[in-house]
């Protein structure tokens, strides 16, 4: 594994105050029991198995823990879906000072998170834009490797991109680092996950999926008949592009995909823009 991936010292959580982590545990078991907040029904949800509600809380606590997310900063969200992440965020940030936006090319989810989280938190907004993906959006308008989002540059304190990179080829990988590079102010954080594919991985007979190496150099395929429903890359080629992009890899912590101890299933990549 590339010596700027192997930080696993670093995939500690940063210096969260154990009362702060108090709180913030607190907050994450309320949204998990709160049924009164948005959810879709199950049949709708299109981002993936697991409780829609815990999945949320379960990443607000990465946010925070692992990005540093404070409850006044702006928060990009590529590819929001259905709203997974932006209604545990709805009760993080601060609805006077922080705000929220959620990019998707599936027209049914922006549909749902406009009615159901814009209505009562207007801070909150989703866009759809039509990119192609051949299993999300095929017969999108604009092909993914030239995809320039319809924000103003700096706008952003954060930007999270969660299963995201885990569908995308290397090109859009690329041009979504370049975006993000545009829309972060400078300190800002990109909170990313995917499968950091290192020697050894594919062999733990515990590991989910079991990937087998994909037809382009570099990628790995969870099922070689839908490469882009779970694809993983070679340890060093998403550092690459990042760092290509101008922004700094922080803290890369690995997830229980290979069939290793950890609380979080993709791998995390926290990236700066430099100040
Ligand atoms: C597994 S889902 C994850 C959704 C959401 N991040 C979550 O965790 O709930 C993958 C999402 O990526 C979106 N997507 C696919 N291609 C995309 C692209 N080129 N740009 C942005 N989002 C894309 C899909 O529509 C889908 O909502």
């Known amino acids: 594994m590339n010596a700027q991936f192997d930080l696993t010292s670093a995939s500690r959580a940063p210096n969260l105050d154990p009362g ?3 709180i913030l545990q607190n907050l994450m078991e309320q949204i998990t029991q709160d049924d009164s907040l948005p959810a879709p029904s199950p049949e709708n949800v299109f981002v993936g198995d697991g409780d ?5 809380a379960e990443y607000l606590g990465h946010f925070v823990r692992l990005g540093g997310l404070q409850p006044s900063e702006s928060v990009l969200d590529i590819g929001c879906g259905i709203g997974r992440m932006a209604v545990p965020l709805t ?7 922080a705000f929220y936006e959620g990019v998707d090319p599936v027209n049914a989810g922006i549909e749902w998170c406009v009615q159901n989280i814009t209505s009562s938190y207007p801070n909150f907004r989703f866009c759809r834009v039509d990119v192609a993906h051949e299993l999300y959006n095929p017969g999108g308008a604009i092909a993914g490797h030239e995809i320039v989002l319809p924000f103003s540059d700096a706008k952003f304190d954060f930007v999270t991109m969660v299963s995201v990179a885990t569908h995308l080829p ?3 990988i690329s041009a979504y680092a370049r975006e993000v590079m545009r829309l972060l102010r400078p300190g800002g954080r990109l909170f990313l996950t995917a499968f950091v594919v290192a ?3 594919p062999d733990r007979k515990t590991a989910r999926p079991r990937f087998t190496r994909g037809k382009t ?7 070689p008949l839908a490469p882009l429903g779970a694809i993983g890359f070679d340890a060093g080629i998403i550092e690459d592009i990042l760092k290509k992009a101008g922004l700094q890899i922080r803290r890369l912590s690995l997830g229980h ?3 290793i101890e950890s609380n979080h299933y993709q791998d995390v990549i926290i990236a700066v823009k430099p100040e």
Not at 52 to 56: H, L, M, N, Q, S
Not at 91 to 97: F, G, R, T
Request: no cysteine; aromatic share 16%.
């Open 52 to 56: 829609y509600r815990a999945i949320g």
């Open 20 to 22: 702060a982590d108090a």
């Open 170 to 172: 290397e090109t859009e």
């Open 199 to 201: 020697a050894g991985d």
């Open 91 to 97: 009760q993080y940030l601060d609805s006077e000072k």
């Open 257 to 259: 995909w290979r069939g």
């Open 217 to 223: 150099p570099g990628t790995w395929y969870g099922d």
